[in-house]
């Protein structure tokens, strides 16, 4: 491209250089860039008969930027898919091998955006946060959470196994034991535990817009002497709140788990409609958002804590769900589709 004008033409060749080294993701920004930016400013203080082929050059300069970063973004839309795992020959030239997106283009998954959010806010309530395992036992996913061996209640939680009986988890409940007793001390010196278990979890699911395989579920598990379901709900109702940034009503429903006792199911206000329905909370003003109660004695008992002595509260949920709430995703499968249309929202 050719500018007869010389200061034009020395714009042109300095962003085009600055173009060619800058990030895919901040390619846009050359259009808003000072050089430019200055030029367009310098058509005004020119003398008028000057101003028309001036400004027509000046225009045709940031219509050629905005090509190349045009094609520059479609030419990384266009990519072909790769498996990362697959073998290839080492022998090929590191320039014919499969390419994959510099780590310059990457950015932070919309989960774990949220995530450090609700993280940062059950912080400053006092909670410690432990990641759970995506691969666990019998014993942590039912027996020490007071499943009976072959009760009816095992089915709910229908997941994946490797052939040598491990499991996929399908609740982040798995981490309870392992918490309970990591932090079992404070309760001697005057402390509660209060621990929050971020973590992905599987389900054996006929996948559609709101049931996916793979997800995040957010665990609370808090205990202390004299813990009641008054605790449990202002816990929820705080930490809710914060999230969605207004008052919120709350309703708790009696509910069953093996490892809660009484069980609840947590309802919210709809956010989005102040109870006047919409189709967030299908015309019921209402959303049945997680499952809580009071943790089982003998799950306090396996863990080594005397439940004459200490009492607490457990609460899980989909992290998924909260967001899709927030910002009004329709489809579950986007946090797992890997599309960069519906990734670079956020
Ligand atoms: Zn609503």
Redesign the pocket.
């Given at each position: 491209m050719n500018y007869k004008n010389s200061d034009i033409a020395q714009a042109a060749k300095l962003l085009k250089q600055k173009l060619d080294k800058l990030p895919i993701a901040q390619k846009p920004t050359i259009l808003r860039s000072k050089e430019l930016k200055s030029l367009f400013e310098k058509v005004k203080l020119l003398p008028p008969a000057e101003r028309p082929a001036f400004g027509a050059e000046v225009n045709k300069l940031r219509q050629h930027l905005e090509t190349l970063v045009n094609g520059v973004k479609q030419a990384t839309e266009r990519l072909e898919p790769i498996d990362l795992t697959a073998p290839f020959d080492i022998n090929v030239e590191p320039n014919k091998r499969p390419a994959v997106l510099s780590a310059d283009d990457g950015s932070i998954h919309p989960l774990m955006i949220e995530l450090d959010l609700i993280l940062d806010n059950l912080y400053r309530m006092g909670f410690n946060a432990v990641e759970s395992r995506q691969i666990d036992d019998d014993y942590h996913m039912f027996g020490s959470l007071n499943f009976p061996e072959d009760h009816p209640a095992r089915d709910d939680y229908d997941t994946f196994m490797t052939s040598e009986g491990l499991i996929a988890p399908a609740h982040t409940s798995t981490m309870q034991n392992r918490v309970l007793k990591l932090y079992k001390s404070n309760l001697s010196h005057g402390q509660p535990i209060a621990v929050a278990i971020p973590g992905r979890v599987f389900r054996n699911e006929d996948v559609d817009v709101r049931h996916e395989h793979t997800f995040y579920q957010l665990e609370g598990v808090y205990v202390d002497k004299g813990v009641t379901v008054g605790h449990l709900i202002a816990t929820l109702k705080s930490f809710l709140q914060e999230y969605y940034g207004k008052d919120l009503e709350v309703k708790i429903q009696p509910f069953y788990f093996p490892f809660t006792e009484p069980s609840f199911e947590f309802t919210l206000s709809?956010p989005?409609?102040d109870k006047a329905?919409?189709a967030?909370?299908s015309y019921s003003?209402w959303i049945e958002l997680l499952g809580c109660g009071l943790i089982h004695p003998n799950v306090l008992k396996e863990a080594g804590i005397d439940p004459k002595i200490y009492s607490g509260f457990a609460w899980g949920g989909g992290i998924d769900r909260l967001v899709m709430m927030k910002y009004d995703i329709e489809d579950i499968r986007h946090f797992e589709a890997g599309r960069l249309s519906f990734l670079r929202q956020f």
């Amino acid at each position: 491209m050719n500018y007869k004008n010389s200061d034009i033409a020395q714009a042109a060749k300095l962003l085009k250089q600055k173009l060619d080294k800058l990030p895919i993701a901040q390619k846009p920004t050359i259009l808003r860039s000072k050089e430019l930016k200055s030029l367009f400013e310098k058509v005004k203080l020119l003398p008028p008969a000057e101003r028309p082929a001036f400004g027509a050059e000046v225009n045709k300069l940031r219509q050629h930027l905005e090509t190349l970063v045009n094609g520059v973004k479609q030419a990384t839309e266009r990519l072909e898919p790769i498996d990362l795992t697959a073998p290839f020959d080492i022998n090929v030239e590191p320039n014919k091998r499969p390419a994959v997106l510099s780590a310059d283009d990457g950015s932070i998954h919309p989960l774990m955006i949220e995530l450090d959010l609700i993280l940062d806010n059950l912080y400053r309530m006092g909670f410690n946060a432990v990641e759970s395992r995506q691969i666990d036992d019998d014993y942590h996913m039912f027996g020490s959470l007071n499943f009976p061996e072959d009760h009816p209640a095992r089915d709910d939680y229908d997941t994946f196994m490797t052939s040598e009986g491990l499991i996929a988890p399908a609740h982040t409940s798995t981490m309870q034991n392992r918490v309970l007793k990591l932090y079992k001390s404070n309760l001697s010196h005057g402390q509660p535990i209060a621990v929050a278990i971020p973590g992905r979890v599987f389900r054996n699911e006929d996948v559609d817009v709101r049931h996916e395989h793979t997800f995040y579920q957010l665990e609370g598990v808090y205990v202390d002497k004299g813990v009641t379901v008054g605790h449990l709900i202002a816990t929820l109702k705080s930490f809710l709140q914060e999230y969605y940034g207004k008052d919120l009503e709350v309703k708790i429903q009696p509910f069953y788990f093996p490892f809660t006792e009484p069980s609840f199911e947590f309802t919210l206000s709809c956010p989005f409609c102040d109870k006047a329905g919409c189709a967030i909370c299908s015309y019921s003003g209402w959303i049945e958002l997680l499952g809580c109660g009071l943790i089982h004695p003998n799950v306090l008992k396996e863990a080594g804590i005397d439940p004459k002595i200490y009492s607490g509260f457990a609460w899980g949920g989909g992290i998924d769900r909260l967001v899709m709430m927030k910002y009004d995703i329709e489809d579950i499968r986007h946090f797992e589709a890997g599309r960069l249309s519906f990734l670079r929202q956020f």
